[in-house]
C-alpha cells in the first residue's frame, strides 16, 4: 500500500470515529431525529386514513413534502420508532461516504478527505440530528448528474429526488443545456410519473398539496430566521419591503440560475462533470425559498472541490467556505462583530459564499488546459467586485441583521416559564418593578437572547430596534395581571439593540442600549 493509500485509511478510520461519535450525541439528545418523527406519525396517521397534511407532530412540525414522498416513506411505518431511529442515522452515514465516494470518482484518498470534510460539517450534523431525508436526495441527484447511473436509466434518479423534494428540478433545466436530452426527458417523465402515482393512490391529498400546500413555504418554519441560508432568507433579514420582495427575490434567483447553468454547462463540456454537478446544487439551496441547515450539503462540496484546486486564492476561498459551514459564525463572532453590517455578513456567511459560487463558478477553479490572460482578468474582476459588494455590506447599519429571529411573546405565551421567566405571577411582579417604570432580566442562549420583564403605569409603549436607523419593532405590552403589564421579546443579538419606552404622550422616558445576559 502506497502513502495515498495509507492516507486514505487513516482518512476512512476517521470518518468512522467522527461518525459514531456523532451518532452517539444525536442518540443523547431528547429531541432526536425530530424530522424523521415527523415522517413516522405523518405515515402512521396517513394509515389511519386521516387527511396527510392535517398532521402536526406534538413539536408544530407538519409534513411539508408532495404525496409520493409520502409513497416513498411508507415502508418505514412498519418498524418500530426506535428500531427506524437506528437504521435512519446508519443509512445517513452510509449516504454521505456514497456522496464523497461520487465525488472522489476512484481516487479514495480525495473520497476519504471529502467525506471527513462533510460529516463535520453543520449540514451534514443536521441530517444526522433531525432525520432528514435531505441527504438522500442529494445523493440520487449527483449520482444521476455524473452518469453514474446505467445510461438507459439516467435522469430517473433525479427524477424521483424532486418528487420527494422539488428543487432537483432544476438539474432537468442543466441537462438541457449540456446536451443532455434523452437524460433530461427521463427525468422529467420520472418526475410527472412519479406525481401520477401520488395522485392515483392519494388524490385527495395530491389536490391538496398542488393547488395550494406546496405554495405556504411560511408553514414549514419563521423564513427570515437564520437556518434559512438562501437568497429570499437574506432579503428578508434585510428587511425588504413585503410588496418589492417577490420581484427582487424572482429576478435575483433568475440571473442566478441562468449564470449558473451557464457556468455548469461550460464546466461539463470541458471535462468537469463534478464542478458542474455541484455548482447545479448550489444553485438549488440559492434559489430555493427555503433553504436549512441540512439543505446545505451542496456548498459543503463547492468548499471542498475548492481546496483541491490549484492556486493559493481558491484554496483559501475554500477553506473560508468550508469554515462558514461547519461554524455558525454569527454566533462564534458575534461578540466581535463591530456594526450590524459585519454581524450580517457573519450571519449570512453560507448564503453569500453559497451565491458566489453560482456567479462566479469556481473562478478559477474550472482549470482548462489553455486560459487566455484576457479570462484570467476577467475572473479577477469579478471576485474583486464580489469582494467589495460584501465589504459594502459590511459597513452598512442593516436593520435586521441583528434580529433575524426576532419574536415578540403574546398573552397565550404567557404561561411558558421560558419566555416568562421574570414575573410569574401578580405579587413577584409588583416586587421587581418597585418605584420604576421598567424592570426587566435577559438570558442568553445558544442562538437567541431573550428579554422579560414588567412596566408600570407610566408606560404607555415599548419600542425595539436591532440597529442604528433601524425600523422599531413594537412589543406588545401584555395585561396579564391586575396590576402589572408584562413583556418578553426574543432576538439573535442585542449588541446594537435599543429597548426604549414612551409614555401616553409619546414621550421617550427610558432607553437601553448594549444590553446584555446577568
Known sequence: MGTAGRRAVLLWSLFGVVAVVSCALVWRRPDRLSDLHIYYGAITHLRAGRPLYDYVAENGGPFTYPPFAALALGPIGFVPEGLLQILWLVATVGALAAIAAAVGRGRPELAAAVACGLLLSAPAQSNLRFGQVSVFVVLLALVDALGLTPARYRGCLVGLAAAVKLTPLLFVVYFLAAGRYRDA????????????????????????????????????????????????????????????????????????????????????????????????????????????????????????????????????????????????????????????????????????????????????????????????????????AAVAAVAVVAVQPLPASADPTFKAYRIADTANPRYFYVCRDQASCAAFIGDRSIRFGVVAEKTKVRVNGVVGPAVARLEYRSGPGGRPREIPLLSAYQDGRVFSFRSASLAHGRLVAYDPAGREIASYTGLRPA
Open 185 to 384: 426527458g427521463r427525468a422529467a417523465g420520472a418526475f410527472v410519473a412519479a406525481a401520477a402515482v401520488g395522485a392515483l393512490v392519494l388524490p385527495s391529498a395530491s389536490w391538496t398539496y398542488w393547488t395550494g400546500t406546496m405554495f405556504e413555504t411560511a408553514r414549514i418554519g419563521n423564513l427570515a430566521s437564520l437556518g434559512n441560508q438562501s437568497v429570499q432568507g437574506m432579503l428578508l433579514r434585510v428587511g425588504l419591503p413585503t410588496t418589492a420582495l417577490p420581484l427582487v427575490w424572482a429576478a435575483l434567483v433568475a440571473l442566478l440560475c441562468v449564470v449558473a447553468l451557464l457556468r455548469a454547462r461550460r464546466l461539463a463540456l470541458e471535462g468537469h462533470p463534478t464542478k458542474a454537478a455541484v455548482l447545479v446544487g448550489c444553485a438549488t439551496v440559492a434559489a430555493s425559498p427555503v433553504s436549512w441547515t441540512h439543505h446545505q450539503l451542496w456548498p459543503v462540496l463547492a468548499a471542498m472541490l475548492l481546496i483541491g484546486t490549484r492556486g493559493a486564492v481558491h484554496r483559501a476561498a475554500g477553506a473560508a467556505l468550508l469554515t462558514a459551514m461547519v461554524l455558525s459564525l454569527g454566533v462564534v463572532l458575534a461578540g466581535v462583530s463591530f456594526t450590524p453590517g459585519v454581524q450580517f455578513v457573519l450571519e449570512n456567511a453560507r448564503a453569500l459564499g453559497t451565491v458566489g459560487i453560482c456567479a462566479l463558478g469556481f473562478g478559477a477553479a474550472a482549470v482548462t488546459a489553455h486560459r487566455t490572460a484576457r479570462r484570467a482578468a476577467r475572473r479577477w474582476t469579478l471576485a474583486g
